[in-house]
């Protein structure tokens, strides 16, 4: 079995061992083998899903994806209607930017590779297997893909054989179960679009290349506890009302704010909290305050963390980076955004 390795400080994604990533930097693919997994796609997932692996295959990734609003997360001052450049995310070949120095990809025919886990890993980089994909392939791609997943399925392998030849045998999966965290549950469709390409060896210098990001920051309006980007199509950042009066109480301090700090900024918060919420029931507030605000509980990470979701759902992370709350640790956290782009309609 043959190895590839990629840089840990380079590569755009963390990967995972479950998945199964198509890998063809020299573009030879193109012409023997883009029909046939087409034609056999679903079949060709059903046969990796079986064995508890995902098939990561970009040119249908990317057919299959709504280009206009991966562009208009990368956009958000795009017009509705605005027609997007022609793109192409159909190249493998970012991979490139991310593998070992030493690495020659053109000794190299299509194949899969996939990564072979932490125990593979060194200091500076991660450790992916790389499987020739045989010529026969385009005449019996089903039984090749059984022959891959029986030898590297996510499963008690029967029998320890290599990928042309390999005697097709399925237990049951062991301890494979797709867990999504509380921030991956609120991730938006287009979000997840692409989080998909970057997952499938699609780098950062590929998406700003493909996508153009803007580099213009929208304005901000507070209205009554709403939150408003004026120069992005009006748009709404929407988030828990607790969230949304950390996220104000953060706005008003552009000096920033240390977590052990926040209690210091208890009655300030709990003047926004009780303004937007509108809620009567005092101590109800005053409870979720107290919490929110005590240094030796986690209420404010979560908090942060779903001020920071509520914006990347929108758009992309290099522009989200100006408008949620950041900071490193020990250091006070602040919103880096210019005050001179926000605007207050809302009683003090």
Not at 51 to 58: D, N, P, Q, S, V
Not at 172 to 191: A, I
Not at 247 to 260: A, C, D, I, K, T
Request: net charge negative; hydrophobic share 35%; aromatic share 14%.
């Amino acid at each position: 079995m043959q190895y590839i390795s990629f840089y840990k400080d380079r590569l755009p994604f963390k990967p995972k061992s479950n998945v199964v990533i198509y890998f063809d930097v020299t573009g030879i693919g193109r012409k023997l083998y883009y029909g046939v997994i087409d034609k056999y796609y679903e079949r060709i997932v059903d046969e990796f899903r079986r064995g508890g692996l995902e098939f990561c295959f970009l040119p249908k990734i990317a057919h299959d994806m709504d280009l206009k609003k991966i562009y208009h997360y990368f956009n958000p001052q795009a017009s509705p209607n605005e027609c997007i450049p022609n793109l192409n995310v159909y190249e493998d070949r970012d991979l490139l930017e991310y593998i070992v120095a030493d690495y020659d990809p053109w000794r190299h025919s299509p194949g899969l590779i996939q990564y072979k886990g932490e125990e593979f890993d060194t200091v500076d980089s991660y450790t992916f297997s790389y499987t020739r994909i045989p010529e026969r392939f385009n005449s019996s791609p089903i039984p090749l893909i059984r022959q891959y997943v029986n030898l590297h399925g996510v499963y008690e392998a029967v029998f320890d054989t290599s990928f042309v030849g390999a005697t097709t045998s399925y237990n049951k999966p062991l301890n494979y179960e797709l867990v999504e965290d509380d921030v991956d549950m609120m991730m938006s469709e287009v979000q997840m679009l692409v989080e998909r390409l970057r997952k499938s060896g699609v780098g950062e210098t590929a998406l700003q290349r493909l996508f153009k990001p803007t580099q213009k920051l929208s304005r901000m309006h507070i209205q009554y506890g709403r939150i408003f980007l004026p120069d992005y199509n009006n748009m709404e950042i929407k988030m828990p009302t607790l969230s949304k009066a950390i996220y104000m109480l953060y706005l008003r301090h552009p000096e920033g704010v240390m977590f052990s700090y926040l209690p210091d900024y208890r009655d300030e918060l709990l003047h926004l909290y009780g303004m937007i919420s509108g809620r009567d029931n005092r101590e109800e507030i005053k409870r979720s305050v107290d919490d929110v605000t005590d240094p030796t509980r986690n209420s404010i990470n979560e908090k942060c963390s779903r001020i920071k979701q509520a914006f990347l759902r929108e758009f992309d992370d290099s522009i989200a980076r100006n408008y949620y709350i950041t900071g490193e640790r020990g250091e006070a956290k602040k919103i880096l955004l210019s005050r001179d782009l926000v605007t207050w309609d809302m009683p003090d």
